[in-house]
């Protein structure tokens, strides 16, 4: 959020410290009020009724935050925020088509605009249309400078409902070349791979993982698996003997039950294996 450069000194502070994000406060009646005080104090600020209209969000009131955009809007603010807002509104009120129109006006102006693209993504996907909803994911995503993961997996998983796991993969490279290497990212990609049969290219991703995590005994063991699968057993069960020396040297307290179930089933692979081997 921006503060208005009109508001009191004490009303700013107060605003300040909950501009980072209004989900975030767990008091959003707290903030409703310093919001509330602010615009007693300067009514024709168009951001102060931005603000309103992201508490009214919250509250699930829909009539109050549409009329609190259409008011800033008149007082100026920027009509292609507002108007992707209102988009975003109505799909929160459970009206996708009136969401449709509202978004599409905004991209008739404005083609190429990242937000409104990915709002109507998230329209098209409520709407039952996987084909638009991934088109749009798509290139919205890939004209943000540094994309949310959480958003770059709606746009995987867009893709894969559409049945485009080529465009998941790209996308999330594409991502991963601003943002880096991201384990919520990347986890996903290793699935996709793995899904088309590219065990290689799972292997490169996990190996991207672990120059971040050396040690990290779940990605080491999917990467064994991996190898397993692949018939280069030797190397599977070097890298499964490397995981039970890396558990052994961690203190009982920093073993989890994950990891006890992990040491478990390892124990047990290299037993079967020396099994088949007598």
Same mark, same amino acid.
């Given at each position: ?16 410290? *909950? ?14 009020? *310093?919001?509330?005080?602010? +615009? ?20 699930? %009131?829909? =009539?109050? !935050?549409?009329?609190?955009? +259409? ?7 920027? %009509? ?9 509104? *109505? ?7 009136? !969401?449709?129109?509202?978004?599409? $006006? ?18 098209? %996907? ?10 749009? *994911? ?14 770059? $997996? ?48 799972? +292997?490169?991703?996990? =190996?991207?993982?672990?120059? $971040?995590?050396?040690? @990290? ?24 003997? @490397? &995981?039970?020396?890396? &558990? $052994? ?9 994950? &990891? ?7 124990? /047990?692979? +290299?037993?079967? /294996? ?5």
């Amino acid at each position: 959020m921006r503060l208005s450069p009109a508001l009191t000194p004490a009303i700013a502070v107060t605003l300040a410290a *909950f501009a980072p994000s209004v989900e975030a406060h767990p008091d959003i009646a707290e903030q409703e009020a *310093f919001i509330e005080q602010a +615009l007693q104090e300067s009514p024709a600020d168009p951001t102060l009724h931005l603000q309103r209209a992201l508490i009214q969000r919250q509250r699930a %009131r829909w =009539d109050e !935050a549409a009329a609190s955009y +259409l008011r800033a809007a008149a007082l100026g603010a920027d %009509r292609d925020q507002v108007g992707v807002a209102l988009a975003q509104v *109505f799909l929160d009120a459970g009206w996708p088509k009136t !969401a449709e129109m509202q978004v599409q $006006q905004v991209l008739q102006r404005r083609p190429e605009n990242a937000q409104a693209l990915i709002t109507r993504a998230h329209v098209r %996907r409520a709407l039952g249309k996987p084909q638009g909803a991934a088109a749009d *994911f798509e290139r919205g995503v890939g004209r943000l400078v540094h994309p949310e993961p959480g958003l770059v $997996q709606q746009a995987m998983n867009a893709q894969l409902a559409a049945g485009r796991p080529e465009v998941a993969l790209q996308i999330a490279d594409e991502a991963m070349q601003k943002i880096g290497i991201v384990v919520s990212v990347q986890l996903p990609a290793i699935e996709i791979e793995l899904e088309l049969g590219r065990l290689e290219a799972a +292997l490169a991703r996990i =190996d991207a993982l672990l120059l $971040q995590a050396p040690r @990290h005994e779940l990605w080491l063991a999917q990467r064994g698996e991996i190898l397993e699968g692949a018939g280069r057993v030797a190397e599977a069960r070097a890298t499964y003997e @490397h &995981i039970l020396s890396l &558990i $052994q040297e961690r203190p009982p307290r920093r073993r989890s039950e994950k &990891i006890a179930a992990l040491e478990r089933r390892l124990r /047990a692979k +290299l037993m079967q /294996a020396e099994v088949s081997e007598e």
